[in-house]
C-alpha cells in the first residue's frame, strides 16, 4: 500500500524493495512539496525493517524535468535540492533511478546522488540550466565530472545540450537501458541490485581526473563567444572545481548557482521560457482547430517557398501555385535548395529530401488544383489588389471549411475577408523570413475570424514547431508596426551624427543578433521602399523623414541580394560601404542638420525606448493581449537578445515613470515622434509593471 510523503511523493515497500513514485504533474518538477516528499521517503525507507534497496520513477512523463523554476527568485523553502541529493548519497540502503522522460537539471542531479541509474529509451537528459541563465546547483557540476569525466560535463554543463539515452549510455551517465512502464523498470532495477548484477556506488566517492587543456580551451572559447552571457562561465568554473574535494566543489557551486539566480539574464531568460508557452493561451483555445492534412501555397517566391518547405519538413504534403512555369522551376530550386540546407544540419536525411521533394511537393499553375487543400497560405507580392484578385480565385476553387489565409507583413486582412463569401474562413499567417527556419507565426485575428479558424492557425504553428503570437489587425500588425517606429529612431540618430555603424555596433553589443541596417540588407531595402511609397500619402507633414535608404535604393541597391547596400558584401565579411556616409552628409546639409556624436548606450536608450513606446500603444489598441505576447514576437522573429527577456520585460526593468522622463526629454527635440504612451501613464499612475498585465497568462 502506499503511504503519502507529501501531496506528490508517496511509498510502498514491496518485499525487500522500497518504492518510491514522484507525482507532481505535468512534468514532475522539483517544487517545494516533491523535495519535501522526497526527503521523507528516503528517510523513512531508509529505516524501514527489512528494505534493502530503493528504487525512485516518476508517475508523470518525466522522472524530474528539473528545479521548479517558478520558484526562481523566491525564498528558497527548505529542503533545498542540494540537501536531498546528499541525503540520497549518503543512505545506506542503495538507491537506484529509473530516468525516462525529462530527466533534466536538478531532475539529473537527483539521478546522480542515486547509486546506479537505469534508463527507459524516452530519455531526454542533460544540464539546460544556462538556457535559463543559471547553472547546476544541486551537484551536477561535481557529480557529473566523476562520471563522465570533465571534458563532457563541460560540454553539457555550458552549452545546455539535451541527450537521449544511448548517448547517456556511451558517455557513462547512465548503467543500462531496459524497456517497460517506469514501475516494472524500478522493481525490476531493484531486483538486479538484490541479486548483484547491477552494482551500486557512490558518485561523489568517484575519482575525477584533472583536464586542465579542455578546461582552458572552454574558457577561452565561452570568452570569445559568450562573453554577454552570464552563466556559462560560472557552470565552466564549477565544473573546473570538480577535481578537488567534494563539499568545497559543491559549495562553490552553490555559490556560484546563487549568484547566477540574482543575476538580471536568470530573469529574462526564463520570462522568455515561459513567454514561449503563455502564448499558447488564447480565448479560442477552447475552439476545436480543423483538421489540416495538407498546405496550399500561392507564391513561389523567397516566402511562399519558405512555407511550403515548413510545411513539407513538417510532414504535410504541399500543392504550391505560381504564375507560369518559369516560376515554378524557381520555386523548385528555392525549395530544393532549402530543403539541402535542412539535411546539412543533420535535421533531415538525403533520401528523405528527394522523396519529400517527389512526393509531398505538386507544382501547378491553377488555383483549381486547391479544390481538395485543407489549408491556403497566400504570399504574393504586396498589393492589396492582386492579394484581394488571389482570395476571389481561391474562394470560387476551395472546399467548404478550407482555411484561407494571407501571408501579408502589414495589409489589412479585412479587406481580404471582404471579397470572399466565407469572411470567417479567413485569417492572417504572418511567417518570418526564412520561413522554414524563423520560429515566430502572428496569426492575425479579423473582425470576422471563426473561433476554430484562428484555432487551426495555432494547430498549424504547432505541426510546424512555431511559436504563434495572436494579433489583431493593424498596419504591421504587432511586429512590424513596432519595428516600423523604432527604425526611425536609428535613421535619426543617423542624420544626427552616429554612423549606421556605430548603430549596428551598440545595438549587437547590447544582445541583438544584428544592429538594424545590417537587418534591411539582409531583408532587402526595396522591401522597407516599398511600404514607405505606400503610405506616403498618409505621412503627416509633421513627422520627421530620412530619406536615406530612399536614395540608396534609387541606386539599385537592394542591400545584400545586390551586393550593395549600408554595407558591400561579396568580400569575406561585409563592411560599411563609402557611399553612404556622402548620402548622409547630403541629407545632414538638406535638413540643416550639425551632427553630434553619441554615446553607445544613448543610442541603445532611444531605441529601446521607442520600441516601448509603439510596444505600449500595441498593447493599448488591444492588437496584442499581453506584454509577454509582445516579448515573444520579439524574442523569436525579430532577433531580440533571449537574455534580456523581450521589450516589455526590459522595460519593466527601466519602470513606467523612468521612461516617461525619458520620452519627454526627448519630446523638446521633436514631440511628433516622441508622445507619451496613455497605457505608460496609466502604469506610471497605478505603479503597476507590464509583468501586471501578464498576470493568468
Ligand atoms: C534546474 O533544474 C536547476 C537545478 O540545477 C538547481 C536546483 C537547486 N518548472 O514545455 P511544456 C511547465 S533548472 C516549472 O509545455 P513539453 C511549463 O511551463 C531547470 N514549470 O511541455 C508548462 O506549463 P503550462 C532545468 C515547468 O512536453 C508545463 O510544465 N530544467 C518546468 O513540450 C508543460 O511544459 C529545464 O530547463 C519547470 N522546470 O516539454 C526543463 N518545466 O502548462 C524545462 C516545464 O502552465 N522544461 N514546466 O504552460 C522543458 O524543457 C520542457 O517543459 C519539457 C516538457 C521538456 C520538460
Redesign the pocket.
Known amino acids: 500500500m502506499m503511504t503519502p510523503a507529501s501531496d506528490t511523493v508517496s511509498y510502498e515497500i514491496v518485499g525487500r524493495t522500497g518504492l518510491i513514485e514522484l507525482n507532481n504533474p ?2 514532475n ?3 517545494h512539496h516533491l523535495r519535501h516528499g522526497l526527503m521523507q521517503a528516503v528517510r523513512a525507507l531508509g529505516v524501514a525493517d527489512g528494505v534493502e534497496v530503493i528504487a525512485i520513477y516518476g508517475a508523470t ?2 522522472f ?9 527568485g523566491k525564498t ?1 523553502v527548505e529542503p ?3 540537501a536531498v541529493c546528499l541525503a540520497i548519497e549518503a543512505s545506506d540502503v542503495p538507491v537506484v533511478a529509473i530516468m525516462h ?2 530527466t ?6 537527483v539521478a546522480l546522488s542515486a547509486h546506479a541509474r537505469v534508463a527507459l529509451p524516452d530519455l ?1 537528459t542533460g ?3 544556462v ?2 541563465g ?5 551537484g ?1 557540476t561535481q557529480r557529473a565530472p566523476r562520471l563522465i569525466g570533465v571534458a563532457a560535463t563541460l560540454d553539457l554543463a555550458t552549452t ?1 545540450r ?1 541527450i537521449m539515452a544511448d548517448e547517456a549510455m556511451e558517455l557513462g551517465l547512465i548503467d543500462r537501458i531496459v524497456d517497460g512502464p517506469a514501475r516494472y523498470a524500478a522493481i525490476a532495477a531493484a531486483t538486479e541490485v538484490l541479486k548483484g548484477s547491477l552494482t551500486t556506488r557512490r558518485t561523489g566517492e568517484q575519482p575525477v581526473t584533472p583536464d586542465p587543456d579542455v578546461l582552458a580551451e572552454t574558457t577561452r572559447n565561452l570568452a570569445a563567444s559568450q562573453s554577454h552571457l552570464f552563466a556559462p562561465h560560472r557552470a565552466a568554473e564549477a565544473v573546473g572545481l570538480s577535481t578537488g574535494p567534494l563539499d568545497k566543489g559543491l559549495a562553490r557551486e ?1 555559490a556560484l ?1 546563487n549568484e547566477c539566480l540574482a543575476s538580471p539574464q536568470r530573469a529574462g531568460l526564463i520570462h522568455a ?2 513567454a ?3 502564448v ?2 488564447i480565448p479560442e483555445a477552447d475552439a476545436t482547430p480543423r483538421d489540416i492534412g495538407s498546405l496550399g501555397v500561392v507564391g513561389g517566391g523567397t516566402m511562399g517557398s519558405g512555407i511550403a518547405t515548413a510545411g513539407l519538413l513538417a510532414g504535410l504534403p504541399v500543392t504550391l501555385a505560381e504564375q507560369d512555369d518559369d516560376a515554378l522551376d524557381r520555386a523548385f530550386g528555392t525549395i530544393s535548395r532549402n530543403l539541402d540546407g535542412a539535411v546539412k544540419r543533420g535535421k533531415l536525411g538525403s533520401e528523405a529530401r528527394d522523396a519529400l521533394l517527389a512526393e509531398d511537393l505538386i507544382l501547378t499553375t491553377d488555383l483549381a488544383d486547391f479544390a481538395r487543400t485543407d489549408l491556403i497560405v497566400e504570399a504574393v507580392f504586396e498589393d492589396m489588389g492582386v492579394k484581394q484578385d488571389i482570395f476571389r480565385r481561391l474562394d470560387a476553387v476551395c472546399k467548404p471549411g478550407a482555411v484561407l489565409a494571407s501571408n501579408t507583413s502589414y495589409l489589412d486582412i479585412n479587406k481580404l475577408a471582404a471579397v470572399t463569401q466565407r469572411p470567417g474562413d479567413v485569417l492572417g499567417l504572418h511567417f518570418f523570413s526564412p520561413a522554414h527556419v524563423m520560429r515566430l507565426l502572428e496569426v492575425v485575428v479579423a473582425d470576422g475570424t471563426a473561433a476554430e479558424v484562428t484555432a487551426t492557425g495555432f494547430a498549424l504553428a504547432r505541426k510546424l514547431r512555431k511559436v504563434a503570437v495572436r494579433s489583431g489587425v493593424c498596419d504591421g500588425f504587432i511586429g512590424n508596426r513596432i519595428l516600423a517606429h523604432y527604425r526611425k529612431a536609428a535613421d535619426y540618430m543617423v542624420v544626427d551624427g552616429a554612423s549606421p555603424q556605430q548603430v549596428d555596433r551598440a545595438l549587437e553589443t547590447f544582445g541583438f543578433a544584428m544592429g538594424p541596417f545590417a537587418v534591411s540588407d539582409l531583408a532587402g531595402l526595396d522591401i522597407g521602399w516599398a511600404t514607405r511609397k505606400r503610405l506616403a500619402p498618409t505621412r503627416d507633414p509633421a513627422e520627421r523623414y530620412v530619406a536615406v535608404a530612399d536614395r540608396i535604393c534609387e541606386r539599385g541597391w537592394f542591400g545584400r541580394k545586390t551586393g550593395q547596400g549600408f554595407y558591400l558584401y561579396g568580400k569575406e565579411r561585409p563592411v560599411p560601404n563609402p557611399e553612404i556616409a556622402r548620402i548622409i552628409e547630403d541629407e545632414r546639409t538638406k535638413a540643416s542638420v550639425t551632427p553630434r556624436s553619441f554615446e553607445d548606450q544613448e543610442i541603445v536608450d532611444r531605441y529601446m525606448i521607442a520600441m516601448i513606446s509603439e510596444a505600449a500603444r500595441v498593447l493599448g489598441d488591444g492588437i496584442a493581449q499581453r506584454p509577454i505576447d509582445i516579448d515573444a514576437v520579439f524574442l523569436f522573429g525579430y532577433g531580440f537578445p533571449r537574455f534580456r527577456g523581450g521589450p516589455m520585460h526590459y522595460a519593466d526593468t527601466i519602470g513606467a515613470a523612468a521612461l516617461i522622463d525619458r520620452i519627454e526629454a526627448y519630446a523638446a527635440e521633436d514631440a511628433f515622434f516622441w508622445q507619451v504612451p496613455p497605457l505608460l501613464r496609466h502604469l506610471a499612475s497605478t505603479g503597476q509593471t507590464f509583468a501586471d498585465l501578464n498576470k493568468g497568462a
Open positions: 505535468p512534468v518538477a522539483a517544487s512523463r518525466a524530474i524535468a528539473g528545479a521548479d523554476i517558478r520558484e526562481f528558497p533545498i535540492l542540494p522522460g525529462a533534466l537539471g536538478g531532475g539529473l542531479e531526454v544540464f539546460p540550466e538556457t535559463l543559471v547553472i547546476p546547483g544541486a551536477g545546455g539535451r552553490r548557482f521560457f515561459f514561449e508557452r503563455a499558447a493561451k
